[in-house]
């Protein structure tokens, strides 16, 4: 009864106008969708306590880094985002791996910055992390399997959300570069046939990394043009490890740590405003 | 709100519930099925440690002789000493340790506790292979862009290593050297080819064959360096009716090896089955595997993963048969372990060094695998197996007080294990097996008829639990939907929870109000 006599901004908020208000709202549910149909549809070993470390300590350390910095908690949605992001992508043998990657993922937010902003995807950074200094961390690319029916709603969903940010650029470039050299080698080179190459692209953690981690608009460059090179070469650079280097394994999380420092390069040619929540 | 506050509860009271703990690894193993009950079906064995890649095929190959030809794309030129003659045995040994398994449990009696005796029995299922007359290969000389680029004789086989400009010729030559290639072999060739693949070329050498007194043919193991943590399948296709099933043995340093351009996703293990499975058990895993792969056609399955390494104590519980010793290991292809039999105190094994054993099972067929299979060799050093349960109930006098109950638990297990046999393996349990039940029902009657009344006694809370489908959904969401452990359960909890706190925060911070 009470409710009734609170303010209008103390009622239950309508879930459709919720999530249109901030395209973080679109990630973080639909990153959950994707986690509980891996979990329950694709049967992965869902492991509580990994979960629990990696969101407890991902929304501890934005906390303390909120607290300190702008108190401004809304930045506890990116953060969600992230562990949503490393629940999805690492696979450790051990808990403190997870919570590992999971400081240095949302820490990284806080210490490394370059004029103002963080400059590493903190999922990206935290997966790469984990897997070099402890050597027992992996990311494993098979795990979605290939069903069609999971692609279409993965780049269904993945679309609107970025129709939201409109960061739909960085995904279609790095999709298309990547995919145009693959399809160029297997397929018009080498011969496969086409199933081969759709093969290439029906795999859930490419899809992942193309539609939700180098989407973040804070960390891509901020002029549009500066942000498709940025993504091509990305492509570019998977391409090769995992067509010349035989990197079987997150070819697209190494080449995007790698091309990382240059988006500073890359705002500076390309001027353009700093992309705000 | 009261609504969902005892939904909240229905779960809490399921993780209960389901934390309770499985099986861990014990139990006596009676019972294993071994891969050759598969048909179409090869076995490979992979060995790689930075790069160096020591890859042993055995081959089902059940024609003649003369008529078995292989041709398996290969990234060098493979010189003579690095192909040898392998031992079967070695496939036969990793086999029979790493299959899976039954295990069996006695119940005490609970109205005479003592020790009850385990009854152990094998079963070993043998492969028939054929023998098989003579004819010799023939040589040619004509110019079809295919290079000869080594050639000699191993064992029973005469190989050649070719190096192709174009799949055309290749399959010309082939076919011409009366290489029995199938029609359309072409397509898949050409994309080896254009990856500077050579191709290792294997015939039966029939002399020699003879001479040695070989009747079947024996493992091929060949050793190369390469980046490529890979098998390819697809040259297989080409001349495949339908489904192939292949068993690869990856032995690495670091721990499970797993597909990353499909899934790997592990086979259903610790069930409680009846007791009559043990005389069909075969039968029973051929059975629940076709199941398994029904619901995942392009996914790759583990079958088992073990720390081989000597400093792990526990090489298999239960062990099916010995773990496999030095000179296993040497023959399967590992190089980087160091030899310690000669050692006087050996713990726990007769060799130095890290090892990890994954048997991964394939089925795949031309649609459902497009492309070669890749792996990764990842840290995990989980141990994992195909393990499924037998109980066997007490045996003697059960009409005791403590004795009623227990017929009733058994009565309910039996139901229980009919329930997983035909989730596994989708057997009628209806028919023929009621009994399996039914005896015990009937024990029950004839043990307590006088005192089986309204259901009021010390038992009501057992007879009252049949509310199936409650259990059933809480179990499900518990399970994961029904898949690996309570995690998932709980996980959602979490999460619901998380985002219930953090909903209200935003809205007592004002940021989440409706407009």
């Given at each position: 009864m009470s409710v009734l006599t609170q303010p209008t901004t103390y009622t239950i908020p309508n879930p459709i106008t919720w999530i249109k208000k901030d395209a973080r709202h679109f990630q973080i549910v639909y990153l959950t969708a994707f986690l509980l149909f891996g979990i329950f549809?694709?049967?992965?070993?869902?492991?509580i306590f990994k979960y629990v470390a990696i969101f407890t300590t991902g929304l501890a350390i934005q906390s303390i880094g909120i607290h300190f910095t702008?108190?401004?908690?809304?930045?506890l949605k990116s953060a969600l985002i992230t562990c949503l992001g490393l629940c999805l992508l690492l696979n450790a043998t051990s808990i403190w791996i997870f919570i590992l990657a999971t400081v240095i993922a949302i820490g990284s937010k806080f210490l490394i910055r370059f004029k103002g902003k963080h400059l590493f995807n903190p999922a990206n950074i935290g997966l790469v992390a984990a897997i070099l200094i402890t050597g027992q961390a992996w990311v494993s690319?098979?795990?979605?399997?290939?069903s069609v029916i999971f692609i279409y709603f993965l780049g269904a969903a993945a679309l609107i959300v970025l129709l939201k940010v409109g960061r739909i650029d960085t995904s279609l470039a790095f999709l298309g570069t990547f995919s145009g050299l693959v399809f160029i080698k297997t397929v018009l080179y080498q011969g496969w046939p086409l199933d081969h190459f759709v093969h290439y692209l029906s795999n859930g953690t490419l899809l992942l990394f193309t539609f939700f981690m180098i989407t973040d608009p804070v960390t891509t460059p901020r002029h549009s043009t500066a942000r498709i090179i940025w993504a091509a070469v990305i492509g570019i650079i998977t391409f090769i490890l995992a067509s010349e280097f035989h990197v079987n394994s997150a070819a697209p999380i190494w080449a995007l740590i790698a091309i990382t420092p240059f988006t500073i390069i890359l705002n500076k040619i390309f001027k353009a405003k700093q992309f705000k929540w | 709100m009261v609504n969902i506050m005892n939904k909240i509860a229905i779960i809490f009271l399921a993780l209960l519930v389901t934390v309770s703990p499985a099986f861990s690894f014990c139990g006596f193993y009676v019972a294993k099925a071994e891969?050759?009950?598969?048909?179409?079906q090869s076995s490979v064995i992979i060995a790689r440690h930075d790069g160096q890649t020591v890859i042993t095929m055995s081959n089902d190959f059940k024609g003649p002789l003369d008529e078995f030809a292989m041709v398996v794309p290969v990234p060098e030129v493979l010189t003579k000493d690095r192909i040898r003659i392998a031992d079967q045995k070695i496939f036969d040994k990793l086999d029979a340790y790493s299959g899976p398994r039954i295990v069996e449990y006695n119940d005490p009696n609970p109205c005479q506790p003592m020790y009850a005796l385990e009854e152990m029995s094998t079963m070993r299922f043998k492969s028939a292979r054929n023998e098989a007359p003579a004819a010799d290969m023939v040589e040619d000389e004509k110019?079809?862009?295919?290079?000869?680029v080594e050639s000699y004789t191993v064992g029973e086989y005469d190989i050649l290593i070719l190096s192709a400009n174009e799949s055309n010729g290749l399959e010309r030559w082939l076919i011409d050297n009366d290489y029995k290639i199938p029609v359309g072999a072409q397509e898949v060739l050409e994309p080896y080819i254009k990856n500077d693949m050579k191709f290792f070329v294997v015939k039966v050498n029939l002399k020699k064959a003879k001479q040695n007194g070989y009747n079947t043919l024996r493992p091929i193991q060949m050793t190369f360096q390469t980046d490529k943590f890979m098998l390819p399948i697809r040259l297989g296709m080409a001349n495949a009716k339908g489904n192939q099933d292949l068993i690869v043995y990856s032995l690495t340093k670091k721990g499970m090896t797993e597909a990353t351009n499909y899934k790997t996703t592990k086979i259903p293990t610790n069930k409680e089955i009846p007791e009559f499975v043990e005389a069909r058990f075969g039968e029973f895993y051929v059975d629940l595997f076709d199941k398994t792969w029904k619901q995942d056609k392009d996914a790759v399955y583990v079958e088992y993963g073990w720390d081989l390494s000597s400093n792990n104590f526990v090489k298999c519980d239960p062990c099916v048969t010995n773990p496999p010793v030095y000179a296993d290991l040497r023959e399967a292809g590992i190089f980087w372990v160091d030899d310690?039999?000669?050692?006087?105190?050996?713990?726990?094994?007769?060799y130095n060094g890290d090892v990890y054993l994954t048997r991964l099972h394939v089925r795949y067929n031309r649609s459902t695998f497009p492309q070669d299979l890749k792996f990764q060799e990842t840290p995990n050093k989980e141990s994992f197996q195909g393990r499924y349960v037998m109980n066997h109930p007490a045996q003697g006098d059960l009409t005791c007080d403590a004795g009623k109950n227990y017929l009733k638990d058994v009565v309910k297990r039996r139901t229980n294990e009919l329930e997983n046999l035909a989730d596994l393996t989708g057997w009628n349990t209806q028919g023929e097996y009621a009994a399996y039940v039914g005896k015990y029902e009937k024990m029950i009657d004839k043990n307590y008829k006088k005192d089986n009344d309204s259901g009021t006694d010390e038992n009501g809370f057992i007879k009252a639990l049949p509310k199936k489908g409650a259990m059933l959904l809480i179990g499900t969401i518990a399970n994961g939907g029904g898949s690996n452990g309570p995690g998932a359960g709980m996980f959602i909890m979490f999460y619901v929870l998380c985002l219930t706190a953090f909903s209200w925060y935003w809205i007592r911070q004002g940021k989440l109000s409706v407009v």
């Open positions: 549809k694709l049967g992965w070993e869902a492991d702008t108190k401004n908690y809304t930045g690319p098979g795990q979605w399997g290939s | 891969a050759q009950l598969f048909n179409e110019d079809y862009g295919v290079q000869i310690n039999t000669q050692r006087q105190f050996r713990t726990t094994a007769d």
